[in-house]
């Protein structure tokens, strides 16, 4: 897009000159020459001018510009819009789509690589699609910005009039400022301080990080008088130019304005003059509707007033249908302006205003009635111009409400389309204003819905209000609808930390809703909160009630054959009984009970039987998809941590290989992708890849940063990453995790992975809180044991309790340890096994703890638990003592194992004993 001239104002004279802006042209220069070093040294840089409107930013970015381009960059440019701050993504729009459209089809791909479908639609080189993560998006653009850079090096990024730009948009150029240094790339952004309240942080955050900042200063005397000069002659009086400084404060733009009035009224520039400046400057400043009349005329005024709802990038012809002119009248209006210093063009055949200013005064100068009618004129016209509801929709927002029908759908269909480009705030924008047309009394439930549903990825508590609206609104909602926002609604406050409430509500619900598949899916529902509550009054109550559920879909002839599953080509299942096939309720079902009996400790091979029979050809039935709504992803990834506890980290991995990969081409950045970079992390942990772990531990947690604390993805990746640091020997900073993030009491009511009270007293046994410990492993335990849940390695309190107890009641402590052991051996699982022994083993003296530890070295190997393998090793060569060759066989195989992992703590203790007389 073509930058704005400056209109003669922003410091510049009629040669281009700016004037008093020599170090912030310097320091351009100086960026872009760090930007263009040779052979690939090139640095990029964050430069950021501020100031007040009409001191010359815009007139800056041409500069900045034009000296891009004569040293060889790339130049992205786009404007923030007025009227089009609430159009998502219209500043990447204007940044992105003219050079990716210019693209070789080679060239398009490396860009691309697998963000088109993503990118793509937001960028406007693609139709939307299905619904996208925001945050997914933002990855996106940074991948394809990224790639551009390698193929169109050195680029430059301008943004004028940032303060306007969208939120989409500007969240998405907050992010990429952190990385233009390293990319390299070169970011220019102007802006006000006007930014709105929403804003503010993001602004504060660009100008903390830009690397040179300058904000534009009021012209000196010395200024004003060569301008004076420059307009109206040399013969300009000193008097009159120190006037002319004096009324417009030394502002650029003010100042052009002044002597352009000046002119028109041929007023001589002599100091008997020099009383009339101030009404003129008034004049020129407040551009009344008297003020446009007068000066254009009525017919290139409705023109002007037309441009001013279309703010930006202007295409004539719009403008005209909107006025009502036609070509020939048209013409003569955009002569007009032109002559007037109004509009001016584009080099790609548009028009825009010569200043932002003129189009605000411009707008604003329309009446209240004449404004709703273009922009209702405009929306019409948009559309039928095939420029799609994404564009057109910011004009259905300022229009009145009239309680018409047809407005309503097509705020509805634009809101599905902001969603498909992942613009969930635009997509509430329009629902909202739907609701106050208002729809249909039949209709309202439904946009509810919608709205509830738009925010569900971004905003739970949204989510939860305008649900709650939809299901209590006395039309209500289809059966069916009702049985999916009720589902919706029960997410939403879980994702809150509300799974108590969620559980309930599923069960209210069923109760009220007749027999059939909808009934069967919240009673589904019901079991699957119910079931990640970390409390429940009637924990072992609830286990049976779900086997008998499970049971009954049995006898009514529910059999695992999911049609769509077996074949992911095959159309949807046929009416009647199919539809419980294709809800996937005995698949979902067979997973809590897999679930339900991996956290009770029972044996792996009932668990593995149940995991097994949901999944048909041993692929994920497609209801229970990683990006399926019919249940969310918790289902899969419950599936795949039974496998994990089970010691069959095969079919785990290929689960959370497949989660990563899905949402990574759905562009679910947010929470999802976090979620499964947490399961992931997990896999590695428990695999002895404790480097990989720290990896995507790192990424979940950041996921949930973006969210907020206190999310259940928070509390998982912060006690995953603690226990890994831990591990990796880094227990310092595992202490310190935990402190900055609040983990420990109180708990959330959602379970944690791994358990939070558990954890929480590891923690304080590692940094020799023996006492607090025992306190805290105590009290966990009770609760766990209250609700059923008896597994060793989601929840190891008994092994490190026994510890916590054995300097002061050594009997206790291998009572504990040993009924540790016993759980662990009715589960069956040799990493479970192993790792009780281990613990066991630490509450015992050398004889008998070297008989255990030899015993769990038996079982560990013979696991996936490399990590807990490695320790075991070493603890068994430490028991075996003196310089035994079997305690340093030991020691040297776990020395390297621990190396492997990179238990960089457990490495070194090995070493330490491996040393001569170390031990004795």
């Given at each position: 897009m073509a930058e704005g001239k400056a209109g003669g104002g922003g410091g510049a004279g009629r040669d281009g000159e700016l004037h008093e802006r020599e170090a912030e042209v310097r320091s351009a220069v100086q960026a872009i020459e760090a930007l263009t070093r040779p052979a690939g040294t090139g640095v990029g840089e964050l430069l950021l001018y501020t100031g007040a409107a009409g001191l010359g930013k815009t007139a800056m970015l041409t500069e900045v510009r034009r000296t891009a381009k004569r040293a060889g960059c790339t130049v992205l440019f786009a404007r923030g819009g007025q009227r089009q701050c609430h159009e998502p993504f219209h500043v990447v729009r204007q940044l992105v789509r003219p050079v990716l459209s210019a693209l070789s089809a080679d060239e398009r791909a490396e860009v691309f690589g697998p963000w088109e479908d993503i990118v793509g639609p937001a960028a406007g080189l693609r139709p939307p699609g299905g619904q996208l993560d925001p945050?997914?998006?933002?990855?996106?653009?940074?991948?394809?910005?990224?790639?551009?850079?390698?193929?169109?090096?050195?680029?430059?990024?301008?943004?004028?009039?940032?303060?306007?730009?969208?939120?989409?948009?500007?969240?998405?150029?907050?992010g990429f400022a952190v990385r233009a240094r390293e990319l390299p790339a070169l970011l220019v952004l102007a802006c006000r301080d006007e930014f709105p309240d929403d804003a503010l942080a993001l602004q504060r955050g660009l100008t903390e990080r830009a690397d040179r900042r300058h904000e534009l200063r009021p012209l000196q005397p010395a200024s004003v008088t060569h301008l004076v000069r420059a307009a109206l002659g040399a013969q300009a009086e000193d008097a009159f130019c120190r006037h002319v400084w004096a009324v417009t404060g030394g502002n650029p733009y003010e100042t052009a304005a002044l002597l352009r009035e000046v002119a028109d009224q041929r007023l001589d520039p002599v100091e008997e003059s020099t009383g009339l400046l101030r009404e003129l400057a008034a004049t020129a400043r407040g551009m009344t509707l008297r003020h446009w009349l007068d000066r254009l005329g009525p017919t290139a005024l409705r023109f002007a007033w037309a441009a001013s709802v279309l703010d930006t990038d202007i295409r004539p012809d719009l403008a005209a249908a909107i006025c009502a002119q036609g070509p020939e009248t048209a013409a003569q209006s955009v002569q007009e302006l032109r002559r007037h210093r109004v509009l001016t063009g584009t080099s790609a055949g548009r028009l825009e205003f010569v200043h932002p200013l003129v189009a605000a005064s411009v707008y604003r100068s329309m009446p209240p009635a004449t404004r709703t009618g273009m922009h209702g004129v405009a929306a019409v016209e948009i559309e039928n111009a095939g420029l799609g509801l994404l564009a057109a929709s910011r004009h259905l927002l300022e229009i009145l409400p009239e309680e018409d029908g047809s407005i309503v759908d097509k705020l509805r269909r634009a809101a599905r389309e902001h969603l498909a480009i992942g613009a969930p705030g635009a997509a509430q924008r329009c629902l909202r204003r739907a609701i106050s047309e208002p729809p249909a009394d039949q209709d309202r439930a439904s946009v509810l819905y919608e709205l509830g549903c738009s925010a569900l990825l971004t905003d739970p508590a949204t989510t939860v209000n305008q649900l709650r609206l939809a299901l209590a609104d006395p039309y209500g909602l289809d059966p069916g609808l009702r049985v999916d926002a009720t589902f919706r609604l029960a997410q939403a406050l879980a994702h809150s930390n509300r799974l108590g409430e969620a559980a309930a509500l599923c069960a209210e619900e069923a109760a009220r809703t007749p027999q059939g598949p909808g009934r069967l899916r919240l009673e589904v529902a019901h079991f699957m909160f119910s079931s990640f509550r970390s409390e429940d009054e009637d924990g072992p109550g609830l286990s049976r009630r779900l086997a008998r559920f499970h049971r009954m879909l049995d006898t009514v002839g529910l059999?695992?054959?999911?049609?769509?599953?077996?074949?992911?080509?095959?159309?949807?299942?046929?009416?009647?009984?199919?539809?419980?096939?294709?809800?996937?309720?005995?698949?979902?079902?067979?997973?809590?009970?897999?679930?339900?009996?991996?956290l009770r400790g029972a044996d792996r091979a009932r668990a593995l039987a149940l995991a097994e029979s949901a999944l048909p050809g041993g692929r994920l039935p497609r209801s229970l998809g990683w990006t399926n709504t019919t249940w969310g992803f918790e289902l899969p990834g419950i599936l795949g941590l039974s496998y994990l506890y089970a010691d069959r980290v095969d079919r785990a991995e290929e689960l959370f290989t497949e989660a990563v990969r899905a949402y990574e081409v759905a562009g679910w950045s947010g929470g999802h992708l976090g979620f499964a970079h947490l399961l992931t992390g997990m896999l590695r942990f428990r695999c002895g890849a404790l480097a990989e772990a720290e990896d995507h531990l790192r990424r979940a947690l950041r996921s949930a940063a973006r969210i907020g604390p206190g999310t259940p993805l928070h509390w998982d990746a912060v006690g995953a990453l603690a226990e890994t640091l831990?591990?990796?020997?880094?227990?310092?900073?595992?202490?310190?995790?935990?402190?900055?993030?609040?983990?420990?009491?109180?708990?959330?009511?959602?379970?944690?992975?791994?358990?939070?009270?558990?954890?929480?007293?590891?923690?304080?046994?590692?940094?020799?809180?023996?006492?607090g410990a025992a306190e805290v492993l105590t009290a966990a335990g009770a609760a766990l044991d209250a609700r059923g849940w008896r597994n060793t390695v989601w929840a190891p309190w008994l092994g490190h309790l026994a510890r916590a107890v054995a300097p002061d009641r050594p009997d206790r402590a291998r009572e504990l340890a040993e009924e540790a052991v016993r759980r662990a051996r009715e589960a069956g699982t040799a990493s479970a096994v192993g790792s009780a022994l281990r613990l066991c083993a630490a509450v015992h003296e050398p004889p008998r703890a070297a008989e255990l530890l030899t015993e769990a070295v038996r079982h560990l190997e013979r696991s996936p638990a490399?990590?807990?393998?490695?320790?075991?090793?070493?603890?068994?060569?430490?028991?075996?003592g003196?310089?035994?060759?079997?305690?340093?066989?030991?020691?040297?195989?776990?020395?390297?194992?621990?190396?492997r992992c990179g238990a960089d703590g457990l490495a070194a203790r090995a070493r330490g004993l491996l040393r001569p007389g170390a031990q004795g």
């Open positions: 945050q997914g998006v933002r990855d996106g653009l940074d991948f394809v910005l990224t790639r551009l850079v390698q193929v169109r090096s050195p680029l430059a990024v301008l943004v004028d009039d940032l303060h306007w730009a969208d939120p989409e948009s500007l969240g998405w150029l907050a059999a695992f054959t999911d049609v769509d599953a077996a074949d992911p080509g095959t159309g949807p299942a046929p009416r009647g009984e199919a539809v419980f096939e294709r809800d996937g309720l005995a698949h979902a079902v067979a997973v809590l009970r897999c679930w339900d009996l991996t831990a591990a990796r020997g880094r227990l310092d900073e595992a202490l310190e995790l935990a402190r900055e993030h609040a983990y420990g009491p109180p708990y959330p009511s959602v379970m944690v992975l791994p358990d939070a009270p558990t954890l929480y007293g590891r923690l304080l046994l590692a940094r020799g809180d023996a006492p490399r990590y807990e393998h490695a320790i075991a090793l070493v603890d068994l060569g430490e028991a075996l003196a310089a035994a060759p079997a305690a340093r066989t030991a020691l040297t195989r776990g020395l390297e194992l621990a190396e």
